[in-house]
């Protein structure tokens, strides 16, 4: 370990690179972190010093990688992943969810501040007749929606038993907000719904345009509504095959042997 890869995967390492002995220095970035809420002013200028510094760039979305190759050309993508088996598992329908009315449109995930909170009550409201359920912390006002009947905030769950609640779901939600986090960002929850062979509706975002085929797209509250209706008249089974398959090609496996591939390049060219 005296001279080892050193993986930074914030901004804020930049200011101790200098001090670690190693054999190369890859910057893991992962989010757009100068748009997210917490991280100081001056983050742009670490960041863009950190690239500079870096024997290689990875970054989980084409648009971060575009946006970083200005710092350094060593900047390629690796999107980020899934563990399908897990996802994919066999699993009878979450208990607490059994005896909700059908449908249920779902959300599992972290409701943070790209969740788009009021476009979930505009949903809700307009068909009161689904059911709205969200596994996940809450990190974010969700007055809005507390209220309504036909929501359920169940909060976080063991990540052992999310096949179970994606189970009891008819259709999943990833209703971001349009703005420079998310459009950098790539959901892993697509993934994870894919593994599960949900049938998916997405805010329209960059990353997920490649996933088209199997992932529904809106960018608004009508289009939203659209889509689900869609997705529901279609019905979970006679794509999940088609889907399950598209999150194969998407394992955390695949994934970190790209990024042994790349780090494998350095290395040999260092020497």
Known sequence: MRSPIVIAGLPHAVDLVPLVPRRALV??????????????????????????????????SETLRQARLQFNPNTHWVANGVDAEHFA????????????????????????EWVDVRL??????????????????????VSPIRQLPNVRLLGPRPYASLPAYLA?????????????????ADPIKAYEYLAAGLPTVATDL??????????????????????IEAALAEDRAPRSAERR??????????????????IGEVLACAS
């Not at 979450?94 to 449109?105: M, N, W």
């Not at 009891?168 to 950098?184: C, G, Q």
């Not at 398959?245 to 790349?262: G, M």
Request: glycine share 6%; hydrophobic share 45%.
């Open 206 to 227: 960059p990353a997920l345009r490649r996933l088209k085929h199997v992932v529904r797209l809106a960018d608004s509250p009508a289009c939203f509504l659209h889509e």
């Open 168 to 184: 009891a779901m008819d259709v999943a939600l990833i209703p971001f907000k349009r703005e420079p986090v998310t459009y950098h």
């Open 89 to 112: 598992q066999n699993m009878a329908p979450a208990g607490e969810l059994r005896d909700v009315t059908r449908p249920i449109v779902g959300f599992v995930g972290g409701l943070s």
């Open 120 to 141: 979930l009550r505009e949903l809700a409201l307009a068909r009161p007749d689904w059911a709205f359920a969200l596994v996940g912390p809450i990190g974010v006002d």
């Open 245 to 262: 398959a598209e999150a194969a090609l998407h394992t955390w496996t695949s994934r970190f042997e790209r990024v042994d591939q790349l």
């Open 27 to 60: 910057y893991h970035c992962a989010d757009d972190y100068a748009h997210i809420r917490g991280f100081p002013s001056s983050l742009p200028a670490l960041e863009a010093d950190l690239c500079r510094q870096a024997d290689l760039v990875i970054t989980t």
